[in-house]
């Protein structure tokens, strides 16, 4: 004779396998759910990880471009840029301290994050000296890092202070909308877009 506290266990596992099979809620493969009436390639959007979807959507800019010189373009070069960005946010150890007008960030790594580190911050540095109504950036190479000093154009201007501050050093490597041209720079092969790679 079968415990009753075994019975129950095992009718609380049996009886939501059946119910769903009665209906019809088996995964098998082309399996297409209730109101899904479009394929699947039709809704999706996502390329997977993302270092594979920005490849993606630089070589479908490429091909859509007739004037690309296929003869220049270097993927593997936005892939190592790819790399260095997900090092650099990934791995990288952070410590940041306020300063008058700003903040300084001392951003270290081991093994391969310390190159990227510098790779990166000596790239977006040079991208916010261009800009004439950036912050101020001063960048010393350290062993393991960088140290990065960032502040205001105007140390008394509140705003741009916190926001140096809220930003952050992820922040400000993330900020701008320079990234997409600088990958499509890279991808093709521009020597102006080379920063170690």
């Known amino acids: 004779m079968i415990p009753i506290r075994s019975l129950a266990l095992t009718m609380a596992l049996v009886v939501p396998v059946v119910s769903l099979q009665a209906q019809g809620h088996q995964h098998t493969p082309g399996m297409t759910h209730p109101g899904a009436t479009a394929p699947s390639s039709a809704l999706a959007t996502e390329g997977g990880q993302a270092a594979f979807a920005a490849i993606g959507e630089i070589v479908r800019l490429l091909e859509a471009d007739p004037h690309t010189d296929w003869t220049k373009v270097d993927l593997e070069r936005l892939r190592r840029h790819l790399v260095d960005m997900d090092l650099v946010t990934l791995r990288a150890r952070v410590t940041a301290m306020p300063v008058t007008g700003g903040a300084r960030f001392v951003v270290r790594g081991t093994g391969d994050a310390i190159g990227a580190i510098k790779r990166m911050t000596a790239a977006h540095a040079g991208m916010v000296a261009m800009d004439p109504a950036g912050p101020r950036l001063v960048r010393t190479e350290l062993p393991d890092g960088v140290s990065l000093v ?24 993330a900020s701008g909308d320079h990234h997409t041209t600088h990958h499509l720079m890279l991808a093709r092969g521009d020597a102006m877009a080379n920063h170690g790679h």
């Not at 960032?150 to 490597?173: C, E, P, Q, Y």
């Open 150 to 173: 960032v502040t205001a154009r105007d140390s008394a201007d509140t705003a741009a202070v916190a926001k140096i501050r809220g930003l952050s050093f992820i922040g400000l490597m």
